[in-house]
């Protein structure tokens, strides 16, 4: 892919992700090209459909985020980068709920796109847990599923609630402290 566009692909994900967590099903796709400084045709060509778009935005906002964990842990310590990841799995949380109606009928009918997705992030969660392990700062009882059940729990019960969901991904680290 040319450089150029390569950054209007970059723009196109990064538009329709915020515009999927702030505006849902009612997301336009005019909107989001404008957002990405990109005309209509630009958006349509690279995706040709909603759910085209929807599925590349979910695999693009997954790998951020995982990659996001050995980010975080050559800035922060494990603790502080494992509860700054939660904040960041708080708000890919919010843009995923943004494209629900959408991705379901993508995800129904790729199963394999769910579990690549739980594995990334979970993977992500284990690096982020063994540095806490390595530093003697987190308890090596608890593996990274029962981290991404918690964090499931948390975005549930906080809904959109950010300053909820922030005080109980503060109870979960302090669950997982040694």
Known sequence: M???????HERLLEAAARAFA???????????AKDAGVGIGTLYRRFPTREMLVEATYRNETTKLADAATELLEKLEPVQALRTWMDQFVDYVATKHGMADSLKAVLDGAGDLRMDSRKLLSDAIAVLLQAGITKGALRNDVTAEDVMMGLGGITLIAGDDRALAGRLSDLLVAGLRS
């Open 22 to 32: 702030r505006d849902a099903s009612e997301a336009s796709l005019k909107d989001i």
């Open 2 to 8: 040319r450089a150029d566009a390569q950054q209007n």
